[in-house]
């Protein structure tokens, strides 16, 4: 049996009906960038983020940029947040002018830990990005008393968690500015590159539309220097199709996610996810933690299971980061996970058969050694 990490033909086929006539229209009727596609997006998007604004941007990072912009992040501010992230987290907070500042993450669920934040603030910092990691959400009330205590900006890196909830809101729309990703392996993916922000606030919103747009209201007058940072009229289409379903795909990812669950809390040596009470998963990724991580990966791969690592190396240890000054030891929670965790296919149409297979192959290898 082979077993993809993810599948997108499988998902492309339940919608083909729908891609292939609005991509005919689309050309036929020459409408690539806005338009109609992109505002009903934007406003479908925002409604099912609880958001009063939607706005749709180049990508994920695009989104964390102009957000950040938008918040008045900019030279010499320190933002803080994880090194258990994909580097767009923290590349978008130097490319304003400012720093990334890490702080550790909780052992059980992998996001910020929230006890570790006060420690790290200093009279440089203005942000803090808590990243909803795998689908889960991070815990923002801790987060958003000690913002409102120190006048720091929020914004929710939510690239993986699509619909997810915190305490019953939806992911994204906590902060003062979500932003999303719609990489095509994302929850919601276009088939090319994609992102949104969604906020409640009128002004970043009116602020994002002028920066991702060269700065301008009115064509060829420019309030500022912005981006060309627009989402594709295509993409805002094939969004629209699968924002319907949205909702079905993360159900039925649950689904699976409890499937494995059950199947692999009977294997000694292994590690399931930990889902916070406050906390409802969109699963965007399923990561198991285990000692002999490099071992049962070959192993899985030797079986025709394929598998990724979210991810292999801290950011606070990467090359692009020396000049931070950080060293091994610094984050020793976010380090050792590094070396343990495993994410396991994952996607909506996963079959039973094959999560069942899995968890064979997984208690054959932690049995055996
Ligand atoms: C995917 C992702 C991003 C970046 O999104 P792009 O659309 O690839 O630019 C940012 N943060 C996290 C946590 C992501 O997973």
Same mark, same amino acid.
Request: charged content about 15%.
């Given at each position: 049996m082979q077993v993809p990490f993810l599948d997108l033909k499988a998902q492309y086929q339940q919608i083909q009906k729908e891609v292939l006539p609005m991509i005919t229209d689309a050309m036929t009727n020459g409408? $690539? *960038? =806005? +338009?109609p596609q992109v505002a009903g997006f934007e406003s479908e998007f925002a409604a099912f983020c609880d958001s009063k604004y939607g706005i749709g941007v180049g990508s994920g990072t695009d989104a964390l940029r102009f957000a950040l912009i938008a918040a008045g992040v900019g030279e010499s501010d320190e933002v803080i947040t994880v090194s258990?992230? $994909?580097?767009a987290t923290t590349e978008v907070i130097t490319q304003v002018g400012g720093t990334p500042v890490f702080v550790d993450i909780d052992p /059980?669920?992998?996001?910020?830990? *929230?006890?570790?934040i006060e420690s790290a603030i200093t009279g440089k910092t203005r942000a803090i990005i808590p990243v909803h990691l795998y689908g889960q959400p991070a815990d923002m009330d801790p987060i958003l008393e000690i913002a409102e205590e120190r006048n720091l900006v929020v914004i929710e890196d939510a690239c993986q968690a699509h619909g997810a909830l915190y305490k019953n809101k939806k992911a =994204? &729309?906590?902060?003062a500015a979500g932003c999303f990703s719609f990489?095509? +392996?994302?929850?919601? +993916?276009?088939y090319g590159e994609g992102g949104a922000v969604v906020t409640q606030n009128e002004n970043i919103n009116a602020k994002i539309r002028m920066i991702r747009d060269h =700065? /301008? %209201?009115?064509?060829? $007058?420019?309030e500022i220097e912005g981006y060309n940072g627009r989402l594709d009229a295509i993409q805002a289409g094939i969004l629209r199709i699968k924002l319907k379903r949205l909702s079905t795909w993360n159900q039925a990812r649950r689904e699976n996610a409890s499937y494995y669950n059950e199947v692999l &809390? %009977?294997?000694? =040596?292994v590690t399931i996810p930990v889902i916070a009470d406050f906390a409802t998963s969109v699963y965007h990724l399923f990561v198991i933690l285990v000692d002999d991580r490099g071992g049962l990966q070959q192993f899985l791969n030797q079986k025709g299971i394929a598998t990724g690592l979210h991810?292999? /190396?801290?950011l606070h240890l990467q090359k692009a980061y020396k000049y931070l000054g950080y060293r091994k030891g610094d984050l020793p929670v976010t380090e050792i996970s590094a070396e343990r965790l495993l994410s396991l296919p994952m996607y909506p149409e996963l079959l039973r058969e094959q999560i069942e297979y899995v968890a064979e192959v997984i208690n054959e290898f932690m049995t055996k050694n």
């Open positions: 409408a $690539f *960038v =806005g +338009g258990n992230t $994909f580097i /059980q669920t992998y996001n910020i830990d *929230v006890t570790k =994204g &729309s906590i902060a990489y095509p +392996g994302k929850n919601l +993916g276009a =700065g /301008q %209201r009115e064509k060829y $007058f420019h &809390s %009977r294997i000694p =040596g991810y292999p /190396q801290p």
